[in-house]
């Protein structure tokens, strides 16, 4: 919980081979309305100038701290980050995304507010701000109608990424994580507005990539799925649902040939899920439309994702 009306927030960047984005989205830290901040750039042995850009930067504002370290990867440069950190609240930002100039007081003023240690940034239309149990925002996210699992768009009190460390050597953390961080807090206050910049880039763990960090999405969603079940069971259908979009996902990115072993094991998991997916009055459209076309079959939801994509 804040203890002053003046408290630290630290911005946490991972850094790797950003030169091309990294000054838009530092400067747009540092352009922050909020006066009180720390700025840590944790550079993930990056091979391009990537940090000597964050080198740069220390040089200049005394608020910039820069970390370098071998490449182990987002999680791991997202931990060192929390270790080296002031702040009693933590942001988490992409060094290929930037902020509007509000963003940190903004999420400060819902933590105040509502005496959260949580507060996040909802993808809904709705306008309006509040605060809801943890139960309820653990829900909102796994139906994928209120925020997603990703760490940037939230503010978090120190204590919970201290105690909830990124799980290293692996993509999609967030998805294995976030969930735990959420059930941490006893309460989430919600705000609305883009206020926050995501970039998409041909790099990103959600654009497909190597088949390591395909299985690494299954593996994430499964950790999430057990997590759920066995601390919130009252969401294991929000979980299973979930789970059911990272199944599909992985199934649908997987070559078409090869891999028959995994493919027949998610086709399974999909096969187990879709009933009660098809049911849900919660879940996503989409999920429920691909849940009901799995019915007849690999080949019709492999057509769909096609015409999805056209």
């Not at 040089?59 to 701290?65: A, N």
């Not at 950190?85 to 933590?90: D, F, P, Q």
């Not at 933590?111 to 909802?122: G, S």
């Not at 953390?173 to 041909?202: N, W």
Request: aromatic fraction near 10%; proline fraction near 3%; include cysteine.
């Amino acid at each position: 919980m804040i203890h002053d009306d003046n408290i630290l927030v630290s911005c946490i960047v991972p850094v790797y081979c950003a030169e091309e984005y990294l000054h838009q989205c530092v400067d747009s830290i540092l352009a922050q309305d909020y006066p009180k901040i720390e700025v840590i750039l944790v550079d993930d042995g990056s091979t391009d100038c990537s940090g000597d850009i964050c080198d740069d930067y220390q040089s200049k504002y005394s608020i910039v701290k820069v970390i370098h370290q071998e490449n182990r990867g987002v999680s791991a440069a997202r931990n060192q980050g929390v270790r080296y950190s002031s702040g009693e609240y933590i942001a988490f930002i992409d060094a290929d995304d930037w902020l509007e100039p509000q963003y940190i007081s903004y999420l400060v003023r819902l933590i105040k507010q509502y005496h959260a240690n949580i507060a996040i940034l909802a993808q809904e239309i709705q306008k309006k701000e509040y605060c809801i149990s943890n139960e309820q925002a653990l829900e909102g996210m796994l139906y994928q109608t209120l925020f997603d699992t990703a760490p940037w768009g939230k503010l978090f009190h120190k204590s919970i990424p201290i105690s909830l460390p990124f799980p290293e050597g692996m993509f999609f953390e967030d998805l294995a994580i976030v969930c735990q961080m959420i059930a941490m807090s006893d309460k989430v206050s919600v705000g609305f507005g883009e206020l926050y910049h995501y970039r998409k880039t041909p790099s990103g763990t959600m654009n497909g990539g190597s088949i390591s960090k395909l299985l690494d999405e299954r593996k994430a969603a499964q950790m999430m799925f057990e997590f759920v079940s066995n601390i919130m069971p009252k969401q294991k259908n929000a979980a299973l649902c979930r789970k059911f979009s990272a199944d599909c996902q992985v199934f649908l990115k997987l070559t078409a040939d090869g891999y028959e072993t995994e493919k027949n094991e998610i086709w399974q998991e999909i096969c187990k899920g879709r009933a009660k997916v098809l049911l849900s009055k919660k879940a996503r459209l989409k999920n429920r439309i691909a849940a009901l076309i799995s019915y007849f079959g690999k080949g019709a939801i492999r057509l769909l994702w096609k015409i999805q994509k056209l």
